[in-house]
C-alpha cells in the first residue's frame, strides 16, 4: 500500500455538542513540544548515547535551544556546555537524562527545584534489573510527585515529533511527518519500525518510547494523542499495561473518535515470560488482556504490518455494519484463497440476495459462477468490473467488498482501477482491492490507494484487513450498546451488601479463608441469585428432619469449614427417597471423610432437594489478575469445566449487554438459545444473574476467588446447586487488595431529598440504562435552556442520538460522576462534575427542565455535587457560563463561587472546595 496517501483529520476530544468535557493537553506540552531542552549526560564520545541525542536535537530543529550539560567539557559538539543542570541559563522545559542510573535521583532532584514540567529518562538499569533497580526507580517517582514532573522513561529510545520538529531520541533518523500517534515499549523495535517507515513511506505526528512507565503510562499518552489534531490513529507495541484502569479509561474515551491498534506479544507462555524479564512487569493472563481490549473499543493485530495496515484501512474506509463480505473477482483460485482465510479469521461470505443475482445475470456472461466469490470471468472489462461492484454494493446483504483483479492478457488494471474511483466512499460500505502481481499492476494500485481504496498484494491479506475491521465495530459497538435495565425484584429489595459482608468478615473473623457450601449459597441469596434451599444438619435425627420438611428426593452433601471439593472425599450422596436413604447416606459421608481426610473435617451435612438435572450446567466465577484484579468467567460447567474449557472472561461490573457478549463467546449458547426441539433458556434473566453476580463481586472487595459450579439452566429455571468462594485472610490489609480495572457504580452517591415544595427527588448517578429517559429529559428542553446550557441551539434530533446519549449514560466514573435527579420514574435534571486529567480539578455542568426551574432542584442538585467533589477528594470545581446565564451564576455565587470573565460572552465560576 502507498502509505503517503493523505488521511482525514479527526475531530478533536474537546466537542462542546457533549456533555462530557474532554481532556485538553497541558502537562505532556513541555515533552513533545518543549521551547528549551537541556540533555544532561551529553558527550562527544563517537557512537555513544548522548552524543546522538545531543546531535538528534540539533540536527532537527524545533523552535528552541539545547544546552549540553557535562561536568568534565566546556562545551560540546561546539556548544557551550553546563557542570550541572542548574547553571543552565535559561528556563527549561524538557531535560533528557542519559546518564547512568545511581546518578539519577539527584539529577531529578534538581530539575524539580528548578521546576523543570519535563524529563525522560532514557538510562537503563532499573526495574528490569531486579529489586535494586526498582527500588532507585521509586526514589525517582517521589522525588517527581513532590514538584509535579512528569517522566517519560526511563529504559527508552526518547521522543519525536514531526509535528513541533523535536528528536530527543538516540535513533539514526528522524520520522517522517504523518498523522500516525506509534507508542512502543521496545526500544529496539522502535528503531526498527522506524528504518521500515523510511522504506515503505509511512509517516507519524509523534514516535514515541515509553520504556517501563515509571511515570507517564498508556493513558496519559492516549489522552494526549487523542486530543491531537494531527493525529489520526493511534498504534501501540505494548509488553505489559501498567496502570489498568489508567489505561481502560483513556481507550474508553479516545476509541469513539480514533482507532487505537495494539499489537501485544505473549499469547504464548514463552513470549510472555519473555516481555516481563525486559520490562520488569508482570503480564497477566492473555485472555484477560483480550477481553479488556474489546471491553475499551482497542483493536488487537498479530503483525507489525497488520498495525500499519489497519491504521490506513480505517482512516481511508467506513467500518462495515456486519461481517458479511461480496467478493468480486477475475480468477476462480484467488476468490477461493480469500474465501477460506474470511471464514477462517470470523467472517462470512455475503449470501447475494434475488436482486443481486438477477442484477449479476444482467451484466454477467452466462458462465459468471453465480456465486459468492462473484467471479466475472477472465476477460472482465473496466465496465464490467465497475458494474459488478457497484451491484454488490447495492446488494442489502453485504456488509462490505473486496475486488480481486488478476493480470491476464485481456486486462487492463490500470483502467479498472481508473473506473473503480468513483466508488472508493460513494458506497458507504468498505471497499477494499487486492491487484495480484508486479510491474503491470503497479500504477492500477497507485490509483486504488490514491483514491482511497487500500489495495493488497495478496487476497488473503486483505480479507484478514475486513475482518479486524468488523471486529473493530464490535467492539466499539459493545462500548455504547444501550443494556436493558433488569426488572426489579418481587419484593422491591435492592442486593444486601451489608449481609454480604457479615457473613464474609465472620468467616475471615474465625480464621478461615474459605466458606462453607452454606454460607456461600447465602451470599449469593444476599444478591438475589437463585439458590437451592440448603439446610445444616449435625445429626442423623435433623438430616431426617429437614429431609421430610424439604420433601424426596434429597441430597446429602459434607458441611464442612476445611474441605471445599466434596466429591473427592466421598461427601455427596444423590437422589434418597426416604428416611432410611438419608440415616445411611449421613454415617456413609461421616465414615469416608474420616477415613479419607480425618473425622475432624466431617462437621455434619447439608440437606437440598433433589434437583432434576434436565438442563445445561453452566459455571458463573471470578478469580484475581495481577493487572486487572477480578475478573468474570462464564461458560460450560460442570464437573469437567477444565476439560471442555468452553467459556469467555469478563471485567465486572457488567451490565445486560456485557452479560450478552459474555454469553454469545461461548460455544453453549447455541445450545442456551433452543436446539433439536428444546426450548431456550430465559437468556434475560440469565444476563440479570450474571449482572448481579458481577456486582457481588465488584462490592465485595474481601473475596478473592468464587464460583458457582454448576449454576443449572433450563428452561423452567436458573438456580446455583454448588457454589465455592475464597476470601483473603485476617493478615491481608485493605491496601493490599487489588483494585477493580473499572471503578463501579458509586452507589453511595445515591440520596433522596425534598425540594422546597415538598416534592421528592431521587438523586443518583447516571447508568447506562437511562438513556430511554435522557431522551425524553431532552424533549422538556426550551430553546434557551438548551443555548445556555450548550452555548449553541443545539436541535433535539441532535441531542438525542443513540451515539450521543450513549456517551454521556455510559460514564467512566473514574474519571467523571454524572447525577440525575429523578421525579415518578423521569429525570428532571442532569449535573455532572468531570475531572481535567492529570489535575484534582472538575468541570461543572448542569441542565434542570424548564417545568422544574424555580422550584431549588439546581440548588439541591448543585449542593450534592460538590458534597461529591469532596468525597473525591477534588480541591476545586470549575463551570464555564454564558454571560447571559445569570441564573446559574447566582446559584454558583449562592455556593461559594468567584465570578470572572473569562472570554467575550462567558464567565469562569472557580470555587475551592
Known amino acids: 500500500m502507498d502509505k503517503s496517501a493523505t488521511m482525514p483529520q479527526p475531530p478533536s476530544l474537546f466537542d462542546p455538542s457533549h456533555d462530557v468535557y474532554r481532556y485538553e493537553p497541558r502537562a505532556l506540552d513541555a515533552i513533545f513540544k518543549p521551547k528549551n531542552v537541556a540533555v544532561i549526560g551529553a558527550t562527544e564520545t563517537t557512537g555513544s548515547v548522548g552524543r546522538t541525542v545531543l546531535w538528534n536535537l540539533i540536527s532537527n530543529p524545533f523552535g528552541g535551544t539545547v544546552f549540553p550539560v557535562n561536568p568534565k567539557r566546556p562545551g560540546v559538539l561546539g556548544i557551550k556546555a553546563y557542570t550541572t543542570i542548574k547553571e543552565v541559563p535559561e528556563q527549561v522545559d524538557l531535560a533528557v537524562i542519559v546518564t547512568p542510573p545511581p546518578s539519577v535521583p539527584g539529577i531529578v532532584k534538581d530539575?524539580?527545584?528548578?521546576?523543570?514540567?519535563?524529563?525522560?529518562?532514557?538510562s537503563a538499569g532499573f526495574k528490569e534489573i531486579g529489586a535494586e533497580g526498582a527500588a532507585l526507580e521509586q526514589k525517582i517517582l517521589?522525588?517527581?510527585?513532590?514538584?509535579?514532573?512528569?517522566?517519560?522513561?526511563?529504559?527508552?529510545?526518547g521522543v519525536m515529533s514531526s509535528i513541533s520538529g523535536l528528536n530527543a531520541t538516540f535513533a539514526a533518523g528522524m520520522a517522517r511527518p504523518g498523522t500516525v500517534g506509534f507508542i512502543s515499549q521496545s526500544g529496539a523495535l522502535c528503531t526498527a519500525v522506524l528504518d521500515w517507515s523510511f522504506q515503505e513511506n509511512v509517516g507519524f505526528s509523534h514516535f514515541v518510547s515509553i520504556g517501563s512507565m515509571l511515570d507517564v503510562d498508556w493513558g496519559d499518552l492516549i489522552y494526549y494523542l487523542g486530543d491531537d489534531p494531527h493525529t489520526s490513529s493511534i498504534v501501540m507495541y505494548m509488553e505489559s499495561i501498567g496502570n489498568a484502569r489508567s489505561f481502560l479509561s483513556a481507550a474508553r474515551e479516545v476509541a469513539q473518535i480514533k482507532p487505537i491498534i495494539i499489537i501485544k506479544p505473549g499469547r504464548t507462555e514463552g513470549a510472555a515470560k519473555a516481555a516481563a524479564s525486559h520490562t520488569g512487569s508482570l503480564t497477566g493472563s492473555d485472555d484477560v488482556l483480550d477481553a479488556a481490549f474489546k471491553r475499551s473499543g482497542v483493536l488487537r493485530v498479530d503483525s507489525i504490518g497488520d498495525l500499519f495496515a489497519m491504521a490506513e484501512v480505517l482512516a481511508k474506509q467506513p467500518r462495515p455494519k456486519g461481517p458479511r463480505l461480496t467478493i468480486v473477482t477475475n480468477a476462480g483460485g484467488p476468490g477461493v484463497l480469500a474465501t477460506d482465510a474470511l471464514i477462517t479469521s470470523g467472517g462470512e461470505l455475503t449470501p447475494l440476495s434475488d436482486e443481486a443475482m438477477k442484477a449479476f445475470n444482467d451484466i454477467l456472461p452466462s458462465v459468471w459462477s453465480h456465486n459468492n466469490p462473484v467471479d466475472i470471468i477472465g476477460d472482465a472489462t473496466p465496465e464490467r468490473y465497475a458494474k459488478a461492484l457497484e451491484t454488490a454494493a447495492n446488494d442489502q446483504n453485504s456488509d462490505g467488498m473486496l475486488v480481486i483483479l488478476t493480470p491476464q492478457a485481456m486486462t487492463d488494471p490500470t483502467q479498472i482501477a481508473e473506473k473503480l474511483k468513483p466508488y472508493a466512499t460513494s458506497t458507504g460500505k468498505p471497499i477494499l482491492a487486492s491487484w495480484m502481481g508486479g510491474k503491470e499492476v503497479a500504477a492500477g494500485i497507485s490509483i486504488l490507494n490514491h483514491a482511497s481504496i487500500p489495495s493488497f498484494e495478496y487476497p488473503d491479506d486483505a480479507v484478514r484487513m475486513f475482518s479486524y475491521m468488523w471486529q473493530y465495530s464490535q467492539n466499539l459497538k459493545s462500548l455504547y450498546e444501550t443494556p436493558i435495565l433488569p426488572k426489579p425484584k418481587r419484593n422491591g429489595t435492592e442486593p444486601s451488601d451489608e449481609v454480604a459482608d457479615q457473613i464474609i468478615q465472620k468467616v475471615r473473623a474465625s480464621g478461615r479463608t474459605i466458606l462453607t457450601e452454606f454460607e456461600s449459597k447465602q451470599l449469593l441469596a444476599a444478591y438475589h441469585i437463585p439458590i437451592v434451599e440448603t439446610r445444616v444438619a449435625t445429626?442423623?435425627?435433623?438430616?431426617?428432619?429437614?429431609?421430610?420438611e424439604i420433601g424426596y428426593p434429597v441430597v446429602l452433601k459434607l458441611y464442612s469449614e476445611t474441605i471445599t471439593h466434596k466429591t473427592d472425599v466421598g461427601g455427596v450422596m444423590l437422589n434418597l427417597k426416604d428416611a432410611d436413604a438419608v440415616t445411611r447416606a449421613f454415617n456413609t459421608i461421616k465414615k469416608s471423610v474420616a477415613e479419607k481426610v480425618g473425622a475432624k473435617?466431617?462437621?455434619?451435612?447439608?440437606?437440598?432437594p433433589m434437583i432434576k438435572l434436565d438442563g445445561y450446567e453452566l459455571i458463573l466465577g471470578s478469580s484475581v489478575d495481577p493487572q486487572f484484579g477480578p475478573v468474570l468467567l462464564f461458560g460450560l460447567g460442570g464437573q469437567l469445566v477444565e476439560v471442555f474449557k468452553d467459556s469467555a472472561l469478563g471485567l465486572p461490573p457488567l451490565n445486560t449487554t456485557l452479560a450478552r457478549r459474555m454469553i454469545e463467546q461461548t460455544k453453549i449458547f447455541k445450545a442456551l438459545k433452543g436446539v433439536r426441539g428444546r426450548k431456550p433458556v430465559d437468556l434475560a434473566a440469565l444476563e440479570t444473574i450474571m449482572v448481579q453476580f458481577s456486582q457481588l463481586v465488584?462490592?465485595?472487595?474481601?473475596?478473592?476467588?468464587?464460583?458457582?459450579?454448576?449454576?443449572?439452566?433450563?428452561p423452567e429455571h436458573l438456580i446455583a446447586l454448588d457454589a465455592r468462594v475464597v476470601v483473603y485472610d485476617q493478615n491481608t490489609t485493605e491496601d493490599k487488595l487489588p483494585r477493580l480495572s473499572i471503578r463501579a457504580y458509586p452507589s453511595q452517591y445515591i440520596k433522596e431529598v425534598q425540594a422546597k415544595d415538598g416534592t421528592t427527588i431521587a438523586l443518583r448517578p447516571i447508568r447506562p440504562e437511562d438513556e430511554p429517559l435522557l431522551s425524553k429529559f431532552h424533549e422538556t428542553l426550551s430553546d434557551r435552556s438548551v443555548y445556555l446550557r450548550y452555548f449553541s441551539p443545539l436541535v433535539l434530533s441532535a441531542r438525542v442520538t443513540h451515539e450521543r446519549l450513549a456517551r454521556v449514560c455510559f460514564a467512566d466514573y473514574n474519571r467523571e460522576i454524572p447525577i440525575v435527579a429523578e421525579h415518578q420514574g423521569q429525570i428532571i435534571a442532569v449535573g455532572r462534575l468531570s475531572r481535567l486529567h492529570e489535575s484534582t480539578t472538575a468541570r461543572l455542568t448542569m441542565l434542570v427542565s424548564d417545568r422544574f426551574q424555580g422550584h431549588g432542584i439546581g440548588h439541591i442538585l448543585l449542593q450534592h455535587l460538590l458534597d461529591i467533589g469532596r468525597a473525591e477528594k477534588l480541591t476545586r470545581v470549575i463551570a464555564h457560563i454564558l454571560a447571559d446565564n445569570v441564573m446559574m451564576q447566582k446559584l454558583c455565587e449562592k455556593h461559594g463561587f468567584r465570578i470572572n470573565p473569562l472570554e467575550k460572552g462567558v464567565v469562569k465560576a472557580e470555587v475551592n472546595l
Not at 701 to 707: A, P, Q
Open 539 to 548: 445429626t442423623e435425627a435433623d438430616a431426617v428432619k429437614h429431609a421430610n
Open 142 to 157: 517521589q522525588v517527581a510527585q513532590s514538584g509535579n514532573l512528569r517522566i517519560i522513561g526511563p529504559n527508552c529510545l
Open 601 to 608: 473435617h466431617f462437621q455434619g451435612v447439608t440437606v437440598q
Open 698 to 714: 465488584a462490592e465485595q472487595k474481601w473475596i478473592k476467588e468464587i464460583d458457582i459450579n454448576p449454576l443449572l439452566a433450563s
Open 111 to 122: 530539575c524539580v527545584d528548578l521546576g523543570i514540567p519535563g524529563a525522560i529518562i532514557i
